[in-house]
C-alpha cells in the first residue's frame, strides 16, 4: 500500500507562485515515476506533469510546459511541482499520483493507481 500527502495548495494571485509537495510512504519510493494531476470545477481531471523514478527524466502537459516544473528528492520521499507565473486557469484540486506504470503512460493515467487527497490551488485575478 502506498500513501501519498499533498501540501503547498493556497489562495495565490495571477503571476504569483506556489510550491506543492507531496510525501510519499509504505513502499520504495525511487522504484516509481510520480505525477501531478489536476482537476477544475466541473472538468475532467487532468495531467499536469509527471517525473521517472531517478528523477531524470520528465514530462508535462503543454498547457503548463514553461510554468510548471515538477523534481523530487528521494532521501525525503518527496515529488514537487513548482508553479510559477500561475493563471486563473491553474485554479483546480492538484493531486499527486503513482503507480507500477511508466513515466510516459502516467500521461493519460495509465497504471496509476495510487492517489493522494488533492490541495486546492486558487489564482486569482
Known amino acids: 500500500q502506498v500513501q501519498l500527502v499533498e501540501s503547498g495548495g493556497g489562495l495565490v494571485q495571477a503571476g504569483g507562485s506556489l510550491r506543492l509537495s507531496c510525501a510519499a510512504s509504505?513502499?520504495?519510493?525511487?522504484?516509481?515515476?510520480m505525477g501531478w494531476f489536476r482537476q477544475a470545477p466541473g472538468k475532467e481531471r487532468e495531467f499536469v506533469a509527471a517525473?521517472?523514478?531517478?528523477?531524470?527524466?520528465?514530462y508535462y502537459a503543454d498547457s503548463v510546459k514553461g510554468r510548471i516544473t515538477i523534481s523530487r528528492d528521494n532521501t525525503k520521499n518527496t515529488v514537487y511541482l513548482q508553479l510559477n507565473n500561475l493563471k486563473p486557469e491553474d485554479t483546480a484540486v492538484y493531486y499527486c499520483?503513482?503507480?507500477?506504470?511508466?513515466?510516459?503512460?502516467?500521461?493519460?493515467?495509465?497504471?496509476?493507481?495510487?492517489w493522494g487527497q488533492g490541495t486546492q490551488v486558487t489564482v486569482s485575478s
Open positions: 499520483a503513482t503507480g507500477p506504470t511508466t513515466t510516459q503512460a502516467m500521461r493519460i493515467m495509465s497504471g496509476v493507481n495510487y
Open positions: 509504505g513502499r520504495t519510493f525511487s522504484n516509481y515515476p
Open positions: 517525473i521517472s523514478g531517478s528523477g531524470y527524466s520528465a
